[in-house]
């Protein structure tokens, strides 16, 4: 076995060869003298004193340097032969981690597609369609307002004769006299929740100042400020897309901007509602 294929061996977990063949052992032999026995009347004559030869240790020294020396240099030839031979150190067999990556086989991580910003809504555009939408969100908060009201318990419960009744089916109008409890009338008052002939009498009530009264049945009010707080919050939407708020930049921006637009046309019933009541 060569010198070279027992370095493989080694790195390989295999055992080496025997001492005895191994080149870089000092083959040198040591001379050990004796010093001279002292003399019995001597002090110390029964003591074994230690002296070795000076000449004796720096030749067993100089033969060590030497050898040691000698096993440096051909670990280093051994190593340069490995490497022009090819050999990867340390070897498979000592490999615990996991092949690298090749980065030119390893294809390039999918990149995302980036996200085509719009351009912002014209001002000529955003701006008539705000106060349009304001409008129509006020008109519609102010016709809800009453019944709301009326649906709350307030108003005032009173009588309402049929005077006369305009149009047919849906397009019909019919105006009637609310006279209070207390005796208090009020003449030409729209009768919503009831189209009888003219001269009925019907139970209805009436908001004190107000612009309707009211002789059907409560079901019917619920009705009436449901569908106008529904158109309330279309507007809401409508505003948010004609004003362009979903076009701004990032995506907490955009949030907040429908968050606001959405909620103008809702203050501005409120506050219609609330100069109502």
């Known amino acids: ?10 790195a390989a977990g295999i055992p080496p ?20 026995a002292p003399a019995p009347d ?6 074994v004193p230690f002296a070795p030869d000076p000449v004796a240790r720096d030749a067993g020294a100089t033969a060590v340097v030497e050898h040691l020396q000698l096993a440096a240099v051909r670990l280093e030839e051994t190593a340069a032969r490995l ?93 009637a006299t609310f006279q209070s409890a207390d005796g208090a009338a009020v003449a030409g008052v729209p009768v919503v929740g009831a189209d009888d002939a003219p001269g009925t009498v019907l139970d209805a009530r009436m908001r004190d100042g107000g612009r309707i009264a009211y002789a059907g ?7 009436r400020w449901t569908v106008g707080l529904a158109l309330i919050l279309l507007c809401g939407a ?11 930049g990032r995506f907490r921006t955009r949030l907040a901007a429908c968050a606001l637009t959405t909620a103008a046309p809702v203050v501005l019933g409120l506050g219609v509602l609330v100069s109502c009541y």
């Open 1 to 10: 076995m060569t010198e070279e294929a027992w370095w493989r061996g080694q």
């Open 17 to 36: 060869k025997a001492p005895d063949a191994f080149p870089l052992w000092p083959d040198t032999t040591t001379t050990t003298v004796r010093a001279p």
């Open 42 to 47: 001597e002090p110390g004559a029964d003591l």
């Open 83 to 175: 490497t022009d031979a090819g050999e990867l150190w340390p070897p498979p067999a000592m490999r615990a981690m996991r092949r690298p990556r090749d980065a030119a086989v390893t294809s390039p991580p999918p990149k995302r597609r980036a996200r085509k910003v719009p351009r912002p809504r014209s001002p000529a555009v955003g701006l008539p369609a705000m106060l349009l939408i304001a409008l129509l969100a006020g008109f519609f908060a102010w016709t809800s307002a009453e019944p709301f009201w009326l649906d709350m318990g307030q108003g005032e419960a009173g009588r309402a004769q049929v005077t006369r009744c305009t149009g047919d089916g849906v397009l019909r109008r019919c105006y």
């Open 217 to 223: 049945d409560p079901t019917g009010l619920r009705v």
């Open 238 to 248: 409508a505003l948010c897309w004609a004003t362009g708020a979903g076009r701004l």
